[in-house]
């Protein structure tokens, strides 16, 4: 009776240990999205209002790239990303918004995105809060 029992176990024994031997760097990871980590490359902590600002970043497939912000400020209740723009280039010429647009205290957090999506974080980088100045 035990034999009955134990006799299926071990038949399916090695696709549990063929599972749990491969190594977490491959596998998934490498095959949905196998470039380079997309990575700003500009530090930034604080923007003028009605500005230029030069936008960089590495890594990714590519084939595309969505970059926007997301401004949030005291008491606000919904956030929205705000797109940017959409380029093939690892670059993008920002002009920020007008002082207007915004109240005191905004604060951005700018995102940058693969248009090729991957598992975990690879595909996409965001920076922190970055200080919208008014004045």
């Keep these: 009776m035990l ?12 696709l549990f240990t063929l599972a749990d031997s491969q190594d977490p760097g491959q596998g998934h990871g490498k095959q949905y999205y196998p ?3 997309v990575k700003w490359t500009m530090p930034l902590s604080s923007v003028k209002a ?15 790239y969505e970059v926007y912000y997301v401004p949030q400020w ?4 919904v956030f929205e990303s705000i797109d940017i723009a959409t380029t093939s280039h690892k670059s993008v010429r920002w002009h920020t918004p007008h002082a207007d ?4 205290g905004t604060t951005f957090i700018l995102g940058v995105r693969d ?5 975990k974080s690879t595909w996409y ?4 809060l970055v200080k919208f100045d008014r004045h």
């Design 35 to 37: 470039w380079n980590s």
């Design 74 to 77: 005291e008491g606000q209740d």
């Design 125 to 128: 980088d965001l920076t922190g």
């Design 115 to 119: 248009v090729i999506a991957g598992p």
């Design 50 to 64: 009605d500005t230029t600002v030069d936008l960089t970043w590495t890594g990714g497939s590519a084939n595309g």
């Design 101 to 104: 647009q915004f109240p005191d």
């Design 3 to 14: 034999t009955l029992f134990y006799l299926p176990l071990l038949l399916l024994a090695p």
